[in-house]
T-cell receptor, first 112, second 122 residues
Framework: GESVGLHLPTLSVQEGDNSIINCAYS??????FIWYKQESGKGPQFIID?????DKRQGQRVTVLLNKTVKHLSLQIAATQPGDSAVYFC???????????FGAGTRLAVHP | GAGVSQSPRYKVAKRGQDVALRCDPI?????LFWYQQALGQGPEFLTY????????KSGLPSDRFFAERPEGSVSTLKIQRTQQEDSAVYLC????????????????????FGEGSRLTVL
């Protein structure tokens, strides 16, 4: 069925560098996307969302870019810090508004 | 606390045993969700409650899985006759509004997750 997936399972970056986590989606009718961060032993935590009528949305140190033409979105983290080390999931409600569909996740490892 | 609370945090069960996992959502949150997360995977939807009504149970993997929220607050996920493939982290989440809201433009996918209950079936 339709799904949200990720390109890379693991991303290693140096502290202070910018990080880019990518996500591809297959349902062209998807109109809303969301990023979650999950630290080890914890539940997912909301980071930022974007609707399909936008190409870009910025938060605190994070930016989400949406390219509907190629059905791709990315999460950019500026000046990555050790506290950013976690697994990042993109998700969308393609299964229905009561049912988020999560990708498999990308692990971000930040090295000093 | 102010967050979603789940218990037990860890549960080890022998194959065939029944288990019950509890979720205390954030007070006043209308919507409650259960997700299952296998090791190295993203969370997968199990079921959704709006207050006490279970509106969607399409993600429950078999009739051994049962969830309830009798008074519209605390929820329990019960797994009967556990099997090894049931080993996973079970995540509960809540949100203040209705899933979908009154208009899609008002929809938000911001769920507040608990820390999960890790079930290991031997």
């Amino acid at each position: 069925g339709e799904s949200v997936g990720l390109h890379l399972p693991t991303l290693s970056v140096q502290e202070g560098d910018n990080s880019i986590i990518n996500c591809a989606y297959s349902n062209s009718a998807s109109d809303y996307f969301i990023w979650y961060k999950q630290e080890s032993g914890k539940g997912p935590q909301f980071i930022i969302d974007i609707r399909s009528n936008m190409d870009k949305r910025q938060g605190q140190r994070v930016t989400v870019l949406l390219n509907k033409t190629v059905k791709h979105l990315s999460l950019q983290i500026a000046a990555t810090q050790p506290g950013d080390s976690a697994v990042y999931f993109c998700a969308d409600p393609s299964g229905g508004y009561n049912k988020l569909i999560f990708g498999a996740g990308t692990r971000l490892a930040v090295h000093p | 606390g102010a967050g979603v609370s789940q218990s037990p945090r860890y549960k080890v069960a022998k194959r065939g045993q029944d288990v019950a996992l509890r979720c205390d959502p954030i007070s006043g949150h209308v919507s409650l969700f259960w997700y299952q997360q296998a090791l190295g995977q993203g969370p997968e939807f199990l079921t959704y409650f709006q207050n006490e009504a279970q509106l969607d149970k399409s993600g429950l993997p078999s009739d051994r899985f049962f969830a309830e929220r009798p008074e519209g607050s605390v929820s329990t996920l019960k797994i009967q006759r556990t099997q090894q493939e049931d080993s996973a982290v079970y995540l509960c989440a809540s949100s203040p509004g209705l899933a979908g809201g009154l208009h899609p433009e008002h929809y938000t996918g911001e769920l507040f997750f608990g820390e999960g209950s890790r079930l290991t079936v031997l």
